[in-house]
């Protein structure tokens, strides 16, 4: 009988700390495995996504999330899904710099739109915090790392463009609804499940893939361009850190990235083989690099995986790459 109560007691407990969560791109690279983690830590799971995500090799749906193959540029069908929720994770985006150049009609519409049917939704449903993926493409080229918040915004391409302008208004929704948000501005983000389909995948897992299949690896430029990169456990982490905080919630803006960076080549000599250099790209920034001090400051977060680490473990354990 004692035995009993007690399994009671333990169970309205994890009720208690058990939250509703919505995860918009949530069978993408950074959203799949947010999702995970939060089942992982017992949560009740939403996860949206419409599979658009042309440089997805796969969508990772967990079974025991409840999944919906959805637009979040079609309010109708996604608003109901909000009721009784308490956090709401937004990644769903037109999310690679060289796409959205070629066609900033559908960047806008995806990142603007679906970003403000997101936040109504949550307004509506008295959502009790939203979380925002944005970006560091906000920096541009005019501001010189180590990249802190306060800097002016220097947008230069269609993407960076509409993350940043979902940021405003995301800030519009706290400050004229009061609907807590936080917004993270993620640097490269790279790890497992990462895209590596087509020439505009990112550049740690599209390097992995061309030296598994034989290919020589394609620098663009000179290859001396440098990039902090953040590992996507990390990143789930500050999100979850962030949803279950005090601290933050009125629109606080932070970079979420390393504090370290390394140049095209050192990728390449680190994976190891053959290269090629191609044309470089219009609109990317030469160099970035995170001040990270105010996520550490009020979520108490900092970086667990180093890049050459998890490079050289994942060469050491598929004898490539």
Known sequence: MLNSLENLINLDEKRKTMKKTIVTGGAGFIGSNLVDELIKQGHQVIAIDNESASENEKFYWNDKAENHKLDICDYDKIESLFEGVDWVFHLAAQSRIQPAIKNPIETVRVNCEGTTNVLQASRVYKVKKVIYSSTSSYYGLKNE??????????????????????????????????????????????????????????VVGLFQKMKNDGKPMTVVGDGEQRRDYTHVSDVVNVNILAAESDNVGDAEVMNIGSGTNHSVLDLVNIIGGEYIHIPERLGEARTTLANNTLARKLLDWDTKVDLEDWLLKCKKESGLC
């Open 145 to 202: 790392p180590p990249l802190v918040e306060t800097m002016e915004r220097d947008c230069l391409n269609p993407y960076s463009v509409t993350k940043v302008a979902a940021e405003d208004i995301f800030k519009m929704y706290n400050t004229l609804y009061n609907l807590p948000v936080v917004i993270f501005r993620y640097f490269n983000v790279y790890g497992e499940r990462q895209p590596t389909k087509g020439q505009y995948a990112p």
